[in-house]
């Protein structure tokens, strides 16, 4: 018989030794430092996605801004902040869609547009039927909706208002109002083109209105200092915005629906509010530090809270000979 020489350490008789656990103590440590990195980091997390969705938001914008600048090589004027026409009965007039509308061509949403029937009312047709205004309207487009206030709804829902508007079930939101006017008349579309009155003596000042057709050689106060489209944060009801249409007809005894589609220096019922993150018909955001703007030149610029009201009459109005 051969013998075979045992290797190894013995152990002497004794049970392997298991290796130590975490004591109570030291599981609480461990916990308390991961809780401290998270609290430190869980701030930059979020100041960097803030940071991605402002930069969306002002890409948006900047898309608008082209979209603009090709209607406007293709037509020689600024679209209007909506068309209406002047027909007896004011619950009639037509069509009320707003610039969202008039420059989807331009927008990448052609076929969309060429869906509408622009020679009857926004509101026309019958919901669930065959596919209508009344429909259209309703159609969400990303590029309208900034992504800090995309937990907002995607529509609106407007019940039978008669005579002001139909029942509507779905007109889309938005997140960009036009630039309108300094004068509440101008804004609400009471006015045309020449007219003026004891408190509105400059009548028409701004690039938007009903049924403006401004082109850039009437912006003397340079495209660079004029504002064109803002941000808003979106809520329902008058003060949308919406990017495709009123809800009805402005000069129907609704006028402050004009505050749905463009916005404006002053609120109609406090005149103190700023029109910066202050009044519901002005530009608001959701941003820190102020809103962002998009000029009549195309570039987009953030306008803080604390800008005096004339200099924002200023950006507003485009041939006052002030220069920001």
């Known amino acids: 018989m051969t013998l075979q020489r045992k290797t190894g350490r ?27 990195l998270v609290a430190l980091l869980l701030p930059a997390v979020q100041a960097a996605r803030e940071a991605a969705r402002r930069s969306q938001c002002q890409n948006n914008l900047k898309q608008i801004g082209v979209a603009f600048h090709n209607y406007h090589a293709a037509k020689g004027v600024f679209p209007p902040a909506w068309t209406e026409d002047d027909r007896p009965d004011p619950a009639a007039r037509a069509n009320n869609l707003a610039w969202g509308f008039h420059i989807l061509p331009y927008f990448e949403q052609g076929p969309l547009h060429q869906q509408f029937d622009a020679e009857k009312q926004s509101t026309f047709g019958t919901p669930g039927g065959a596919v ?5 309207i309703g159609t969400v487009l990303p590029g309208y909706r900034c992504p800090s206030d995309s937990e907002g709804p995607p529509t609106a829902y407007w019940a039978d208002y008669s005579p002001y508007n139909p029942e509507i079930p779905a007109l889309a939101a938005s997140n960009y109002a036009g630039s309108s006017s300094v004068c509440q008349p101008c804004h609400f579309g009471w006015f045309v083109e020449g007219q003026t009155a004891s408190a509105c003596p400059n009548g028409l000042t701004g690039v938007m209105y009903r049924n403006s057709e401004v082109a850039t050689s009437k912006i003397t106060d340079g495209t660079t ?22 809800p009805g007809p402005s ?17 109609l019922h406090d005149m103190g509010l700023p029109m910066i993150n202050g009044h519901w018909v002005g530009y608001s955001s959701y941003h820190p530090a102020g809103v962002q703007v998009l000029m009549c030149d195309g570039a987009v610029r953030n306008i803080g809270e604390d800008l005096e009201i004339i200099a924002l009459a200023s950006f507003i109005e485009i041939q006052d000979a002030r220069v920001n």
């Open 251 to 267: 000069s129907n005894k609704t006028a402050c629906w004009a505050g749905a589609v463009t916005a404006h220096l002053r609120d």
């Open 132 to 136: 209508e205004n009344i429909d259209l």
């Open 225 to 246: 200092h004029t504002f064109l489209v803002g941000e808003r944060r979106f809520t329902e009801g008058s003060g949308g915005p919406y990017w495709a249409s009123l």
């Open 10 to 36: 013995s152990t002497g008789g004794m049970a392997p030794r298991l290796p130590r656990g975490f004591t109570l103590v030291e599981l609480l440590v461990v916990i308390a430092i991961i809780g401290a």
